[in-house]
């Protein structure tokens, strides 16, 4: 069935330097891809998203990267800052707006002061 | 702005116990979402709804039950909670094409 990885688990940068975190994907159908970020004890919400038409997305220090014919994209976070540090989740979703979206596993991202 | 707001924010029951989790949300969104948050497994989806009385199983809804009445109200029921049941249930409400807008969670504890 389709399946969301995302990786690592957990990420530990110092503050100012850069966050990756990787997700890959199974279903080539796939066409939205957004990132979702929970603080603690906080409802998931949502940074930035890309499509499916579009290979790169910037958003001041968060950008996003797809690459459809390995079926990942990846997350990147630049000039960290204590505020970034939170759970990531990546997902996938295709067809309809009534469409299943399936989430990763998550990245618990800390920044080291 | 949107609001989805849900009946607890925790909640404690027995092995046993009929449980009901309740998702409101107030901006006439047809697309409406039950998750449950595990450590490790990130956000699994238990079943959706794309409209009154519609709704469709998601990736595990064994245990659960769904109940869409009205528009702005999908609620999740377990019939009979069981001590796996235990874990943060998030609700989530469709705005604009894609993108979910989450409930701020329930912590369902079954003892």
């Known amino acids: 069935g389709e399946n969301v990885e995302q990786h690592p688990s957990t990420l530990s940068v110092q503050e100012g330097d850069s966050a990756v975190i990787k997700c890959t994907y199974s279903?080539?159908?796939?066409?939205?891809f957004p990132w979702y970020k929970q603080e603690l004890g906080k409802r998931p919400q949502l940074i930035i998203d890309?499509?499916?038409?579009?290979g790169e997305k910037k958003d001041q220090r968060i950008a996003v990267t797809l690459n459809k014919t390995a079926k990942h994209f990846s997350l990147h976070i630049t000039e960290t800052q204590p505020e970034d540090s939170a759970v990531y989740f990546c997902?996938?979703?295709?067809?309809?707006?009534?469409?299943?979206?399936?989430f990763g596993s998550g990245t618990r991202l800390s920044i080291r002061p | 702005d949107v609001k989805v707001t849900q009946s607890s924010r925790y909640l404690v029951k027995r092995t046993g116990e009929k449980v009901f989790l309740e998702c409101v949300q107030d901006?006439?969104?047809?697309?409406m979402f039950w998750y449950r948050q595990d450590p490790g497994l990130g956000l699994r989806l238990i079943y959706f709804?794309?409209?009154?009385?519609?709704?469709e199983k998601g990736d595990i809804p064994e245990g659960y039950s769904v109940s869409r009445e009205k528009k702005e109200r999908f609620s999740l029921i377990l019939e009979s909670a069981s001590t796996n049941q235990t874990s943060m249930y998030l609700c989530?409400?469709?705005?604009?094409?894609?993108?979910?807008?989450f409930g701020p969670g329930t912590r369902l504890t079954v003892l």
């Open positions: 997902a996938a979703s295709w067809g309809s707006s009534a469409s299943k979206i399936i």
């Open positions: 279903d080539s159908a796939s066409n939205y």
């Open positions: 890309i499509r499916s038409n579009v």
């Open positions: 901006m006439d969104h047809e697309n």
């Open positions: 709804s794309y409209d009154v009385k519609m709704k």
């Open positions: 989530a409400s469709l705005r604009g094409p894609d993108e979910q807008f």
